[in-house]
């Protein structure tokens, strides 16, 4: 069957059926019996210009041979010669009248076998020469679909095809992070759904860094891996040049170090996050390296690196005289600040370099990213997505973070739909409704938010507003275009609205939120703006909006205050947070780390592990389920503890 398939793709004309006389007609008998006398002496049975009688469309064994169909054989067999018209001659001379009948009651039997085997599926192009033939294949089975190219990662929507979701997903190998030194054993148990076994680093050999703890668990089967990765590493970050622009000479003494967190929660994939866990902290390192001598100088920062001293553009203004000296003023600008400017620059060029390289890269779908960073004696939480960060401190909670979801959002969202119409596609509208509105409440008055309002009002229901709401739901059912549940993170260049072309990543920000708080005050949570977000300036610079309201940040010190043992830095994905408030964990916190001794560098990855389990619950008969019989997290849960006291005390 295969044979016959591959014989009969050299005929592209034959695709067509309804266009073919039906071969059981008299008149193509007749002609298929005319023909019988022209086959060639040695032919396989059944050549294309006819042969003995048999029964007509046969898909079994009684098919003719490839190599008498017209087009000839490919591979090692020969091919007939060809007339100068470019039709195939059987032997010497003119082809006769009655092997042409003979040659299209076989095409017509192809045709059909095809048909019988593939249940009306197209056929097959035709394989390349290298590939295996398809003489080895039985004849009584469908041959095997041609093998198309790998499917490039992400080429597909953010929701996703899934043809190439999955040949993206066989192609990738499941991993986890190298510091948890997983054997193919604990690989295979660290993917199971079903025991939901909790991953940490072993107790022997080398730990992480600062004498972190991390635990891990995968879902209930939400995805087919486990979507979340981790990184925990040392960075050392060598200047580029000097202030004065003169090349330096490489000198180890010179550089900074920098100590790195990353949680990386991902979603239509596990692609995205991998990528990240493995580049955004090199991001992070080539930011850094313009302001090595800068940090480390005590002075302020100056405006410009200017190729040599007094150069134009530099920060040297005393040639300024007279009215020109007023406008040599310039904003106060920190150490702390030139940080937290190259975390954020670090994010959107990780976002930018998944945007160039997803189709070369498994890096399809998208991800939340929680990323810390220990420099200089002060700790700096960046946050893109709905993974949190606290600290607990003398049973005191400072949340370092907060979510980036459509509700968190919504005044954002809203006003960038409101400013560019041509995103929402005609399908969308800004306005936010309580419910949505049904064409029989038209001209009604309903009540109704928009980008300026945190309160309702109401308003005469007009045509435009019966389109989807551009973001509907509420909690964790909240959706921007009813298909993703975060604002902010990075990747999903390929995330379109479902059953639509409509792209959503214009309305994700790869924009972290920097926490920068100090050590011995508690911001309190008004000043935490649930609106703050990234809107590019060129849109409507000068416009008031919401976003433009406070938004005070402080850096936390570790050396303005004293650090007992039990004071930790606690990150989790929203595996954790969905589940668990801020106020368990602190009990959780408490309640274990006082089980162990205060140099016991072990105590960290136990608290680790007593947050993942608190969260995962156990196997009931009802699903996992926690000590109060409410369901536990059915997701991907990642935690890291980060002792507040210093590498120094407890490596």
């Given at each position: 069957m295969c044979r016959l398939l591959r014989g009969r793709n050299r005929s592209p004309g034959l695709h067509p059926l309804p266009a073919i006389a039906d071969p059981t007609s008299p008149k193509r008998l007749r002609r298929s019996r005319v023909g019988a006398g022209t086959q060639p002496a040695g032919s396989p049975r059944g050549g294309a210009g006819g042969g003995p009688e048999r029964e007509e469309v046969s898909p079994g064994p009684a098919l003719p041979s490839r190599s008498q169909w017209p087009g000839g054989a490919r591979g090692s067999e020969r091919r007939p010669p060809r007339s100068p018209g470019g039709g195939a001659v059987l032997g010497a001379g003119p082809r006769p009248r009655a092997g042409r009948g003979g040659s299209m009651l076989h095409r017509v039997r192809s045709a059909v076998a095809h048909l019988v085997s593939s249940g009306g599926a197209p056929p097959p192009r035709p394989k390349s020469p290298d590939l295996p033939s398809a003489r080895s294949a039985?004849?009584?089975?469908?041959?095997?679909?041609?093998?198309?190219?790998?499917?490039?990662?992400?080429?597909?929507?953010?929701?996703?095809?899934?043809?190439?979701?999955?040949t993206a997903e066989a192609r990738a190998s499941f991993s986890r992070p190298t510091f948890l030194q997983l054997s193919p054993g604990g690989l295979r148990r660290a993917d199971d759904h079903a025991g939901r076994a909790v991953q940490s680093p072993p107790d022997t050999g080398r730990r992480l860094p600062w004498s972190t703890g991390y635990a891990e668990v995968i879902n209930a089967g939400k995805s087919r891996h486990n979507e979340d990765q981790a990184c925990c590493e040392v960075v050392y970050v060598e200047g580029r040049r000097s202030v004065s622009g003169a090349p330096r000479e490489p000198s180890r003494g010179q550089g900074l170090c920098f100590y790195y967190w990353g949680l990386f929660d991902g979603h239509a994939g596990g692609g995205a996050a991998e990528m990240a866990s493995k580049l955004l902290h090199r991001h992070i390192q080539e930011q850094l390296k313009d302001l090595?001598?800068?940090?480390?100088?005590?002075?302020?920062?100056?405006?410009?690196?200017?190729?040599?001293?007094?150069?134009?553009?530099?920060?040297?203004?005393?040639?300024?005289?007279?009215?020109?000296?007023?406008?040599?003023?310039?904003?106060?600008?920190?150490?702390?600040?030139?940080?937290v400017g190259a975390i954020e620059n670090a994010f959107q060029f990780m976002d930018e370099q998944m945007a160039k390289?997803?189709?070369?890269?498994?890096?399809?779908?998208?991800?939340?990213?929680?990323?810390?960073?220990?420099?200089?004696?002060?700790?700096?939480?960046?946050?893109?997505?709905d993974s949190r960060a606290?600290?607990?401190r003398n049973g005191e909670i400072i949340p370092m973070s907060q979510e980036f979801t459509p509700e968190t959002e919504r005044q954002r969202l809203q006003l960038l739909g409101f400013l560019k119409p041509e995103l929402l596609g005609g399908e969308f509208t800004h306005l936010e409704f309580p419910r949505r509105i049904q064409p029989k409440e038209l001209g009604q008055r309903m009540l109704y938010r928009d980008q300026n309002m945190t309160g309702w009002a109401y308003k005469k229901i007009e045509l435009e507003d019966l389109r989807f709401p551009l973001v509907c739901g509420e909690g964790k059912k909240a959706r921007v275009m009813a298909t993703i549940g975060v604002t902010r993170g990075l990747g999903d260049h390929n995330l379109k609205v479902c059953s639509s072309t409509l792209p959503i990543k214009p309305f994700l920000s790869c924009f972290p939120e920097v926490s920068r708080r100090g050590a011995s005050s508690t911001i309190p949570s008004l000043l935490w703006w649930p609106q703050a977000g990234f809107l590019p300036g060129s849109l409507c610079p000068q416009a008031p909006s919401p976003l433009s309201a406070p938004h005070q940040v402080r850096v936390y010190d570790l050396t303005q205050y004293e650090h007992c043992p039990d004071d930790v830095l606690v990150l989790g994905t929203d595996g954790l947070w969905d589940v668990t408030s801020d106020c368990e964990?602190?009990?959780?916190?408490?309640?274990?780390?006082?089980?162990?001794?205060?140099?016991?560098?072990?105590?960290?990855?136990?608290?680790?592990?007593?947050?993942?389990?608190?969260?995962?619950?156990?196997?009931?008969?009802?699903?996992?389920?926690?000590?109060?019989?409410?369901?536990?997290?059915?997701?991907?849960?990642?935690?890291?503890?980060?002792?507040?006291?210093?590498?120094?005390?407890?490596?």
């Open positions: 039985p004849s009584a089975a469908p041959p095997e679909a041609p093998r198309s190219p790998p499917a490039r990662a992400g080429s597909g929507s953010g929701s996703g095809s899934a043809a190439p979701a999955k090595v001598e800068i940090l480390q100088d005590p002075s302020p920062p100056p405006l410009c690196l200017p190729s040599t001293p007094g150069a134009p553009g530099s920060s040297d203004s005393s040639h300024l005289v007279g009215p020109q000296s007023c406008w040599s003023s310039q904003k106060e600008v920190t150490h702390e600040s030139l940080v390289e997803r189709r070369g890269h498994q890096a399809e779908g998208g991800c939340c990213a929680l990323v810390v960073v220990y420099l200089l004696g002060k700790v700096y939480v960046a946050n893109a997505g606290i600290i607990v964990v602190a009990a959780t916190v408490d309640r274990v780390l006082s089980a162990y001794e205060p140099n016991d560098p072990s105590r960290y990855t136990a608290l680790a592990q007593a947050l993942v389990l608190g969260a995962r619950g156990t196997p009931r008969d009802r699903g996992w389920r926690l000590p109060n019989n409410k369901l536990g997290s059915g997701d991907d849960i990642s935690v890291f503890v980060i002792p507040l006291g210093g590498p120094g005390s407890y490596s």
